[in-house]
Antibody, heavy 120, light 112 residues
């Protein structure tokens, strides 16, 4: 069974950074892309970027360049996202989601999401 | 960026009624391989989104056949035949044609 298990909720101060994790199981991590997405309360879903589990190659939404950095640890089948210089606009739920193996693929499995709250 | 625009539903919808959720893209999602790269997701309250339909009309594994997708290159419809209590939530369309991947703003379904 494919599973994406995200780390717990974070309360961080403005200007700080936070590292979120997405530990996977049930499939070959290095064969798939992982995406990260942002959902502010009651709002739309935004795609932040992709990372390939095989070689760590990344692609970012221009809007999030400089804000988010995606990495992977193949040995533990875990994807990470660093968010830097946090402001109130970064308070949101963040999801990791696997891109299926299909071409121009949909997000076929999602993590449970993690709430990040930026507050002093 | 491709803009995705979704319509609203006349909530609440009586249980058992059929509904259609609309989505429009600012650019044709029909690719040269003949596939249309439009996906549908349902986000139930307090949960993460789940894939319902991909390539405009292909149901994801385990999805009820009450859900069906159709459309053209820019105009799409998700039909739910006979809504049930478990269908409550927000439905999102998403284009998979090009980066950045983008979503519609969501269509909320409430059931009477």
């Amino acid at each position: 069974e494919v599973q994406l298990q995200q780390s717990g909720a974070e309360l961080v101060k403005p200007g700080a950074s936070v590292k979120l994790s997405c530990k996977t199981s049930g499939y070959t991590f290095s064969n798939y892309y992982m995406s990260w997405l942002k959902q502010m309360p009651g709002q739309n879903i935004e795609w932040i970027g992709n990372i390939y589990g095989g070689n760590g190659g990344t692609g970012y939404n221009q809007k999030f360049k400089g804000k988010a950095t995606l990495t992977v640890d193949k040995s533990s089948s875990t994807a990470y996202m660093d968010l830097s210089s946090l402001t109130s606009e970064d308070s949101a739920v963040y999801f990791c989601a696997r891109l299926s193996i299909l071409p121009k693929s949909p997000f076929d499995y999602w993590g449970q999401g993690v709430m990040v709250t930026v507050s002093s | 960026d491709i803009v995705m625009t979704q319509g609203a539903l006349p909530n609440p919808v009586p249980s058992g009624e059929s509904v259609s959720i609309t989505c429009r893209s600012s650019k044709s999602l029909l690719y040269s391989d003949g596939k249309t790269y439009l996906n549908w997701y349902l986000q139930r309250p307090g949960q993460s989104p789940q894939l319902l339909i991909y390539w405009m009309s292909t149901r994801a594994s385990g999805v009820s056949d009450r859900f069906s997708g159709s459309g053209s290159g820019t105009d799409f419809t998700l039909k739910i035949s006979g809504v049930e209590a478990e269908d409550v939530g927000v439905y999102y369309c998403q284009q998979g044609l090009e980066f950045p991947l983008t979503f519609g703003s969501g269509t909320k379904l409430e059931i009477k």
